[in-house]
């Protein structure tokens, strides 16, 4: 019943078909306004003119590494790893994985043979042990999820890898698919052994057709050789994988609107309780679970939950994978242990701008808070970031420098916000848009009506703040608080006569 409805409705159906504006745009011919591109604009003007100009807006085609980007073109951005262990990036840095057989050799599929040994509850013992937070956003104890889908009494469940990665400046989890993509198959496989899952999708988003290429050749392959499928390692558990991909919307990475998107709904975000754990995908519990979160999991498996825990700090355990863009003198993907600083980060990593002063920086995607220069000694970790207004987020970096006036990157962000929201929450549907307005105006025009402008800004802040049902209007009001908390002046300066 499921696989039908989807074939049926899938993501054309007409209720939702507004919702979606890449259905028919050709990736390949794209120019990207993400924020990494507005932020590297001054690098390539005409790339970045033609991004304006393009009637259908591409939010972010994971090259921010070579921003401003193009769908023509492509490279591979520096792939490393700053921890003691690499985990995520391993098989990545030595060059990818895309063929089964190079896979298994360098250990592939041992973390899946080792947990169908086990039962259920041990497995799901390992990763709450292993202290692994989701990788998609919110920080979630993967481990609690797990055993919230377990612990439901139903005969259907599954598991949903959340590829949709639509946060602008972040690519990771483009890379793990394009170059590994049997380590998300593998983990999928675990995760539906431990829960109890006999079905799974991948929501892709269009903007990864090599992606999409990669898994589609790795689910083949891996159900040849019976690590997919009916019986799988030659036990009684079966499970299979399809792929669905997004047509553009960037709310579909929210997980309720994705449970919605697969469904062929209206992606609109739905309130919780109950979870998807509980009641998920065709009202069944569902374990939704990001790229990378997963792909963490095979490592534990083999290697111990206190391995995975002895790396990283406080309660940010393991590694992270953050992506920097082109502003840097070295943009590329590093793989770095919880713990480091931002400096560690954007100095020593990234090291600094190629040219110019850093302003500041975007972590963890553009809803969450700047991180200005004088609080770069703060360490990557979910409770530290969120306590300085950032976030962990997906692991993005976007730097920019002191060419980019706040203003126009509020403009910008809140345009992108407006653009992308579900329409469920006043603020987030109207007001994002009253900002976004009222900054085009400061911006084209200046400032006709300074202190009741500021005022209003203010409000719809602080509305966005209480009353938003998801991440997209929390994160914008964490956004603005990040500028009145640390750009006061040049805000201010928006607002005089
Ligand atoms: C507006 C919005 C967009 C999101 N986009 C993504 C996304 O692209 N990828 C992702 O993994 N999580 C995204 N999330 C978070 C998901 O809702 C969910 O928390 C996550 O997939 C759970 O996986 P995790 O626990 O492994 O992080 C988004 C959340 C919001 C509010
Ligand atoms: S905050 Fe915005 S995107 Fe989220 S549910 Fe409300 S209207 Fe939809």
């Given at each position: 019943m499921a696989d039908n409805s989807i074939?049926?409705?899938?993501?054309?159906?007409?209720?939702?078909?507004?919702?979606?504006?890449?259905?028919?745009?050709?990736?390949?011919?794209?120019?990207?306004?993400?924020?990494?591109?507005?932020?590297?604009?001054?690098?390539?003007?005409?790339?970045?003119k033609k991004a304006l100009e393009q009637?259908?807006?591409?939010?972010?085609l994971g090259k921010c590494y070579m921003s401003?980007?193009?769908?023509?073109?492509?490279?591979?951005?520096?792939?490393?790893?700053?921890?003691?262990?690499?985990?995520?990036?391993?098989?990545?840095?030595?060059g990818g994985f895309t063929n089964i057989?190079?896979?298994?050799?360098?250990?592939?599929?041992?973390?899946?043979?080792?947990?169908?040994?086990?039962?259920?509850?041990?497995?799901?013992?390992i990763i709450e042990q292993s202290g692994l937070r989701g990788r998609g956003g919110a920080g979630f104890p993967a481990g609690k999820k797990w055993r919230s889908v377990f612990s439901q009494k139903s005969k259907e469940k599954f598991v949903i890898a959340n590829a949709d990665e639509g946060d602008p400046g972040a690519y990771t989890d483009r890379f793990i698919m394009e170059e590994d993509p049997y380590s998300l198959i593998e983990s999928m496989v675990i995760a539906a052994y431990a829960v109890g899952a006999s079905k799974g999708y991948i929501y892709l988003r269009?903007?990864?057709?090599?992606?999409?290429?990669?898994?589609?050749?790795?689910?083949?392959?891996?159900?040849?050789?019976?690590?997919?499928?009916?019986?799988i390692f030659g036990t009684k558990f079966s499970f299979e994988i399809k792929i669905v991909v997004g047509q553009g919307s960037y709310v579909c990475g929210e997980e309720t609107a994705l449970i919605n998107s697969i469904e062929g709904k209206r992606p609109e975000v739905m309130?919780?309780?109950?979870y998807p754990t509980e009641s998920g995908l065709f009202g069944k519990p569902t374990l939704v679970n990001n790229v990378e979160t997963f792909v963490n999991i095979p490592w534990i498996i083999v290697n111990g939950a206190g391995a995975y825990s002895s790396i990283g700090f406080s309660n940010s355990k393991g590694t992270k994978v953050v992506s920097l863009n082109s502003l840097f003198r070295n943009p590329g993907l590093y793989e770095i242990e919880f713990g480091v600083s931002l400096r560690?980060?954007?100095?020593?990593?990234?090291?600094?701008?190629?040219?110019?002063?850093?302003?500041?920086?975007?972590?963890g995607g553009p809803l969450a808070g700047i991180v200005?220069?004088?609080?770069?000694?703060?360490?990557?970790?979910?409770?530290?970031?969120?306590?300085?207004?950032?976030?962990?987020g997906h692991g993005g970096v976007i730097v920019f420098d002191t060419g980019t006036p706040i203003a126009e990157l509020i403009q910008h962000i809140f345009d992108f916000s407006s653009g992308e929201s579900c329409g469920k929450c006043t603020p987030c549907r109207v007001g994002s848009r009253s900002i976004e307005t009222m900054f085009s105006s400061i911006l084209e025009i200046g400032n006709s009506d300074g202190a009741a402008s500021r005022k209003q800004f203010e409000e719809i802040v602080s509305a966005l703040e209480s009353t938003s049902l998801c991440g997209l209007g929390t994160g914008l009001a964490d956004f603005a608080k990040s500028v009145f908390r640390y750009y006061e002046k040049e805000l201010s300066e928006c607002f005089k006569w």
């Open positions: 074939q049926k409705a899938g993501l054309n159906n007409n209720h939702a078909k507004s919702f979606y504006h890449l259905t028919n745009f050709d990736i390949n011919k794209s120019y990207c306004s993400g924020t990494a591109c507005l932020a590297s604009r001054r690098l390539n003007q005409t790339c970045w009637t259908v807006r591409v939010h972010c401003p980007a193009c769908g023509q073109l492509d490279s591979r951005p520096i792939i490393k790893c700053h921890s003691s262990k690499p985990i995520v990036l391993k098989r990545i840095i030595e057989g190079r896979y298994v050799k360098s250990g592939g599929f041992l973390g899946l043979k080792k947990t169908l040994s086990m039962i259920p509850e041990e497995v799901i013992r269009k903007e990864y057709p090599k992606a999409h290429t990669a898994l589609q050749q790795a689910l083949l392959l891996s159900k040849r050789n019976s690590f997919l499928g009916e019986n309130a919780r309780p109950p560690t980060i954007i100095e020593e990593l990234g090291g600094e701008l190629q040219e110019g002063r850093i302003k500041g920086v975007i972590v200005p220069p004088h609080m770069f000694d703060t360490k990557f970790g979910f409770e530290e970031l969120r306590q300085i207004g950032s976030s962990v």
